[in-house]
């Protein structure tokens, strides 16, 4: 993929670097013959290192490598690559890449696939794409009560720092009825990697593909890493597969897309975001769920950093707007050591309806305005303004709210949930 010349290339369009700042740099003389999107190289020392075009108007482009730095000098010639693609294969499975496509464990190179695919390719057509019916079992007994997921559902995790998040995608890989899973670690620390693949993913790690992209990598390599994980997910939804894709953050991909934007010369329009930000949100996230009839489905999980727990942040709203469900995770309940810190009230899925029963649907809706009542009346109970016996639905909440949540209480190395509607009748009972 990027980084490697194509083969009997006998003539090359190029032209001088003019200028140089600290994270890009403008190329001359290619304007007619370049296009957004497009790979531009240049060797530094023996080593060739490759961009993208950002930006392209009458006096050149300006071209953002993938690497942090630019490395090269005024007047080091830059030559135009093509745009980026990448040739996924079942083989892959069981192996960590880069956001470049480059294998970065030891297990030697990657077998090419029989079709290269683009990595800024669209979604399937509304009108073509099968219907999401095919119920979910996660095994996480708060998500396939509350907000149960489907196959090809899109869901997002939306939590502040420190709250489980990462915790909860690992329980969610996880999860049973996939061929595939594809992984995304945007921007994540080095250390976690590892401990990722060792920990969480290691029952699923044969079936499992992960692109990974550490905080230290430059903008570039952030956001075309849930590109590249989309694009190998997009493959095997083609052979027909179940593909579970997890991303992990958005919100990092959102960051890096403004960088980018940014040294293209965007202008900032909310909280420092550029316009394209929010059109590049929904042109990603848009390209999981099912696929046309007769091929596979994308079931999306992405999380979301909600900055400062602000939840109207404009990233964490757009998101919100384009998935088919959130599940909110919120520190109040993480500091009561209630883990997965998931507020129930406040986490919806669009398409429970065609998980649950009527029967089902009708104890979800009553165990909802039970909680709600529990606590809205919290304050009040603790200022012993509560009474037993003066107001039945109170008294029922009191009594049995505390105990729903001792049952949803679910630790990573627990057994998956298999019934979840079934150990929560025991519970009670208990």
């Not at 790979?39 to 009458?58: C, I, K, S, T, Y």
Request: charged fraction near 25%; hydrophobic fraction near 40%; proline fraction near 8%.
């Amino acid at each position: 993929m990027a980084g490697a010349l194509r083969e009997g290339a006998l003539v090359r369009v190029g032209g001088p670097i003019r200028e140089i700042t600290a994270s890009a740099c403008r190329i001359g003389g290619v304007a007619p013959f370049v296009r957004l999107g497009d790979r531009m190289g240049f060797w530094v020392n023996g080593r060739l290192q490759v961009g993208e075009v950002v930006r392209v108007d009458a006096g050149g482009a300006t071209l953002k490598p993938y690497e942090s730095r630019v490395e090269a000098g005024i007047g080091t010639p830059a030559f135009r690559l093509g745009p980026a693609e990448l040739r996924p294969d079942p083989r892959w499975k069981g192996r960590v890449i880069d956001a470049l496509g480059h294998p970065v464990d030891a297990g030697g190179p990657l077998p090419p696939g029989p079709r290269a695919r683009a990595l800024e390719a669209g979604p399937p057509a509304a009108l073509g794409r099968a219907r999401v019916r095919r119920p979910l079992g996660t095994g996480i007994r708060a998500v396939d009560l509350f907000t149960p997921l489907c196959a090809g559902q899109r869901i997002g995790i939306f939590a502040g720092s420190g709250l489980g998040k990462s915790t909860l995608l690992a329980m969610l890989a996880g999860a049973e009825g996939f061929d595939s899973v594809v992984v995304a670690l945007v921007g994540e620390r080095g250390r976690e990697v590892r401990e990722f693949l060792e920990g969480p993913l290691a029952p699923n790690r044969g079936r499992a593909v992960v692109v990974v992209s550490t905080g230290d990598e430059g903008p570039m390599m952030r956001r075309q890493a849930p590109k590249v994980a989309m694009a190998v997910a997009e493959a095997f939804r083609e052979r027909g597969e179940s593909v579970l894709l997890i991303v992990d953050s958005v919100t990092r991909y959102a960051h890096a897309a403004r960088d980018v934007a940014l040294a293209a010369g965007e202008p900032a329009v909310a909280r420092g975001y550029p316009p394209s930000v929010f059109s590049d949100l929904p042109r990603l996230l848009e390209r999981a769920g099912p696929g046309p009839e007769g091929e596979g489905s994308i079931t999306g999980v992405f999380s979301v950093l909600v900055d400062g727990d602000d939840h109207n942040d404009p990233v964490a709203d757009s998101i919100r707007g384009t998935l088919d469900g959130h599940v909110v995770l919120d520190r109040a309940i993480a500091e009561q050591g209630r883990y997965p810190a998931v507020d129930l009230l406040a986490s919806i899925s669009r398409l429970a309806g065609e998980v649950w029963t009527p029967e089902q649907r009708d104890l979800i809706r009553k165990l909802r305005a039970m909680m709600a009542r529990f606590e809205e009346t919290r304050d009040l109970r603790l200022m012993g303004g509560y009474r037993a016996g003066t107001d039945p639905e109170l008294d029922q909440a009191v009594a049995l709210v505390p105990r729903i949540y001792e049952a949803l209480r679910q630790e990573p190395g627990e057994p998956p949930s298999r019934d979840a509607f079934l150990e929560l009748a025991q519970s009670l009972r208990g």
